[in-house]
């Protein structure tokens, strides 16, 4: 989980937890969702305010 790095707009190095229950409360994260898509969010918040993305915006993903 630790050997990725993802950015979603303007925010970068965004951090991968297995869920929501890793991250600390307000941390902007990634996890694998339910469906099996990438979810940026935030834990305890709403990630579209954070980073003021849409639904589809791109995310880029690099191995460390």
């Known amino acids: 989980w630790k050997s990725f790095l993802i950015q979603a707009g303007p925010s970068a190095n965004i951090r991968l937890h297995k869920t929501y229950g890793d991250a600390r409360d ?5 996890l694998w969702g339910s469906s099996g898509t990438l979810e940026i969010a ?3 918040g709403s990630a579209e305010k954070k980073t ?3 639904r589809g915006a791109p995310v880029v993903i690099r191995r460390k």
Do not use: W
């Open 42 to 44: 935030v834990s305890g």
């Open 52 to 54: 003021r993305l849409l």
């Open 26 to 30: 307000g941390e902007l994260i990634a």
